[in-house]
């Protein structure tokens, strides 16, 4: 991951090895990829066909190890704001296996 320099002071959306999904502001990396994240905010999405509202769960300041990244990924703000959250539905990603 050695191109994340060009994700600092970006938004970023992070899922992590066991499913998580976590968006914030990256504020820096290390070499072994531990992320530290401001403004971070959890999405726990709701399943299809429940009538639960997805959350959003706020952390603030935020370090992931780098052995629980699975995915780094740019987020475009502006397509962002435009999602209505509490609305979105989606299956539980499955956790990571090492090899």
């Not at 999405?45 to 997805?54: D, H, K, L, R, V």
């Not at 475009?76 to 990603?93: M, N, T």
Request: net charge negative; with cysteine; glycine share 10%.
């Amino acid at each position: 991951m050695s191109n994340l320099q060009t994700f600092v002071n970006k938004t970023v959306t992070i899922i992590t090895s066991d499913g998580r999904t976590l968006t914030g502001k990256l504020m820096g990396h290390d070499q072994t990829t531990n992320l530290i994240l401001s403004h971070t905010i959890e999405r726990i999405f709701a399943t299809p066909g429940s009538e639960e509202a997805t959350q959003q769960v706020e952390h603030g300041l935020y370090l992931i190890r780098g052995d629980n990244v699975a995915i780094c990924g740019l987020v475009d703000e502006q397509l962002e704001a435009g999602i209505d959250w509490p609305a979105v539905k989606a299956e539980p990603l499955g956790g990571m296996k090492h090899v």
